[in-house]
């Protein structure tokens, strides 16, 4: 048996029966059913990955995430998170937007940007060049506008409780990434630096910016520092700027990805939260830390 297969239902589908996880475990040819929450995430050990497809059709398209991982080296001592629309709920560039009245122009720039349609540089280049003239002050309003997804606080508490590395690594703005770092526990964050006169906003942002192509570097560098193996490594995120550090990860599991990621990442959370990249990892509910946070 070489792959686990891990079963997490989303609060709208209602509890998983043992006979719904014994209905796909029998279509995989499964092994070994472990409970990780009752009625909510379990596991099995399989032979070859299933197609994650159809295991859903078997399913009845419930509401449940289906991931598959490698049996060995479940557990991973690195995790790189993106932030927006990922750790936290929104977007803190568009925020931002909305406080200079330019929230839909910004927001469909974003959009295009996040499903790979337009360069990330130059979308990002543009939308801050929009922003000039902003009182550095709507930067503190915006954050505390700023909510984290669920299961964010719980997936960083419970890696670090397991010694492993966590890196918040942001196509947005380090004004928000140190917030969000300090407050979840972070151990690492990079982002981009937004530009000011003391009062307001240039409306440039610090070269180079940090893109896709950035997100991949830090991945690779941070298992080097840490002198592991990229198969130990763990990625999320859910936008185009993310693809290649989702693809090149020993885990990636993209987090309520954009269509663009969606076609191309077989490990995906939609219905759930971000505490099911611990399921996927093997830790029950049992073990998890800062749960009463969350």
Known sequence: MSHVVILAA?????????????????????????????????????????????????????????????????????????????????????????????????????????????????????????????????????????????????????MRAHNATTALVSGGFTYFTARVAAELGFDIHRANTLLDNGSELTGEVQKPILDRNAKLETLNELAAKRGIKITATLATGDGANDLAMLEAAGLGIAYRPKPVVAEKIRNRIEHTDLRSLLFAQGYPASAFKGEAET
């Open 10 to 158: 989303g609060p709208q589908a209602g509890a998983l029966s043992q006979a719904e996880a014994a209905r796909a475990m029998d279509f995989c040819a499964g092994q070994h059913l472990n409970w990780l929450a009752p009625g909510q995430a379990c596991e099995f050990i399989v032979k070859n990955p299933p197609d994650q497809e159809q295991l859903k059709f078997i399913l009845g398209h419930k509401a449940t995430d289906v991931l598959v991982t490698k049996f060995r080296g479940r557990r991973k001592a690195l995790l790189v998170a993106d932030m927006d629309s990922t750790i936290v709920t929104s977007e803190t560039l568009d925020d931002l937007a909305e406080r200079a009245g330019l929230g839909d122009k910004i927001a469909a720039i974003t959009a295009r940007s996040m499903n790979g349609e337009i360069d990330f540089s130059a979308a990002l280049t543009e939308r801050v060049a929009m922003l000039k003239g902003l009182p550095v002050s709507v930067l503190e309003r915006t954050w505390k506008t700023v909510t984290y997804s669920p299961g964010a606080r719980t997936l960083i508490a419970t």
